[in-house]
């Protein structure tokens, strides 16, 4: 017989838990407020990713300054005489945290394209009262900035040819090294260290280079930051965040002068950015008129700091707080038609910036929402998206398992899910494949996964429009037609309710039929479907046949209904090889339709995976479905380009100008 573990008292575990935190974090430093009593974050840690303030240390030390591994024995001692030390240790052992998923310390920022996102970004890094630089423009030095949420810093590049020093080798100064110098080689290690220890972290480099560019190129390399950098193609598309930490490429280097250097992470800042003047000496001077590059690049820099002729606490105070802050901002955004990436101020350790970047962040921005449509984008999707690997015996096609559906949402970026149902005698649906064979699933009820959907789409309110496929099955003879079907759209309403639903209602309007309505006015604008999830049934002619009986086109129904081009009902159709269908793919996105199509799976080869992604993606299909939304480890993972939640059509807005970009669409 298997000896059973003890059960051990979960406050031990924890008591435990905390001596050992206690015991790895004794370096961290803490930060504190140059001018307040505000508490701030302090030191990382490298162990867990998490960033402490100095309310959770004072609250340890305060708990119990003085934990012994003999208090823990005496614990278990007076708790439970048979547990040991070595059972606690074997529970700890056996307690998986789980794995930190966020980007830039939120998970929802895993999805956002780079160009998309708003970083608090340091005017004059370098330059710093703790580093003891002579007229300073930040009070915390560049470690502690990071430390603190900055993620994009402005630095000065110079050859200082003091022969007490090391001639010709790259400083950081302002001005004139005299005032404060730091060099290069020392500050990149120092970087690297930090990216090693905070491995979700995304950060940005800007520079004024006066140094030979190669000379600037060979002090990264040297310095052990070749593996962490970004180079980006002028003219393409910016990755997520997820997709660059996930590749590696976490640190973005731009420069306003090449000096000659060339490498491919070695951009040139007019290739990428703008940015607007940076010489206000009062807050009336501010403006958000372009100062340098083309305003058609993606990236925006916004200078947010007086100088006069300098900068100083003084002047920060003036323009660090909200609401100043936030309404400059968000005034610039407004009027240049493009996010602001980088917001840059002078001592940002005053003020309101970093809770005004979290808010920017927090809601994605989209401006083009009244121009794009809901045929204007792509989407990936699972198939049988409840599935689990019924196990051994099972037929090949039925080899893979999917996480539950809030986690496809939220980490898988996966908009569209297919769901098998049966009619239950007792009342509802039950959700599966194959009854006996094939019936494991992550929801056991259409109301249960339903909710899951809710619950997400509730905390994300941006989201593109979801597609929800419902595919009635018949079991034992008993199909769904006996009134079964006007209990799908109940059962979808009671969950959902009628406002998050996009109806063939609301596509037809005023017109007769569907294919009327999408010849005259086409679909919904994002800006009407955000937030909204529309539903296509999957069916059997019987089932279809009902269902459309008495709503001739779909009147007052929530699913539009699988159909072909024929059909004046029919709006969402379905091909099952983009490589066989390119052809009627292409041409029915064409006409207007929204397409649904299929590729991975565990009977396909990567290799055909792969060249079926490709054919489906450049085909205009707008529900990519698969198996394998991640690498089940021996097939192909199918994700959108740069795992963005969706993507522009290639197909539907090849004519817009500027070019749809991912970020447009979510």
Known sequence: MKKQSPQIPLVLVALLMMLVACGSNGATEDIIDRESDTDVVADTDPDEGDT???????????????????????????????VSVDDVADALTDTVLP??????????????PFDFTVFVTTHNAMSNEEDGWAGPNQGWNMLNQLNAGVRAMMIDLYVWDNEKKEPESPWLCHGSCVFGSKRLSDALVELRDWLLANPREVVTLILENLVPGNEVIKTFEEAGLGPFLHAQVPGEAWPTLGSMIDDGRRLVVFTLDLQGGDAPWFMAQSDHAWENHFAAKRKEDMKCDRHKGDEDNPLFI????????????????????????????????????RQVNFLAVDFCDIGDVFTTVDALNAVPWHSRDDELRINHIQLLGTHNSYHIDPGEGALPQWKYTHAPLDEQLQFQMVRSIELDIYFRAEGGFSVHHIPLFDDQTTCE????????VKDWSDSHPWHVPLMILIEPKEILGKDLSDNGIDKVDAAIRAVLGDDRIITPDDVRGSHATLREALEADGWPTLAEARGKVMFLMLDNKENRTTYLEEHPNLEGRVMFARGGKDEPWSAILEYGNPERDEAEIVAAVQAGYLVRTHVGGPVQDAETAARRLEIALRSGAHVISTDFPVDPGDAYAVTLPDKAPANCNPVTTADMQPSCRSGDVE
């Not at 998923?101 to 920022?109: I, P, V, W």
């Not at 009820?445 to 899951?452: A, F, P």
């Open 445 to 452: 009820s259409l109301d249960i996964c339903l909710g899951l």
């Open 52 to 82: 402490w303030g100095l309310d959770q240390i004072d609250s340890l030390d305060a708990a119990d300054a003085d934990v012994s591994v003999d208090d823990v024995a005496d614990s278990l001692d007076a708790a439970d005489a048979d």
């Open 99 to 112: 794995p930190d998923r966020r980007c830039n310390g939120s998970e929802d920022l895993c999805s956002r």
């Open 302 to 337: 916004l200078n947010h700091f007086l100088s006069a002729p300098i900068g100083s606490p003084d002047l920060a105070q003036q323009v660090n707080f909200n609401p100043f802050l936030s309404e400059r901002t968000l005034g610039c955004r407004n009027a240049s038609g």
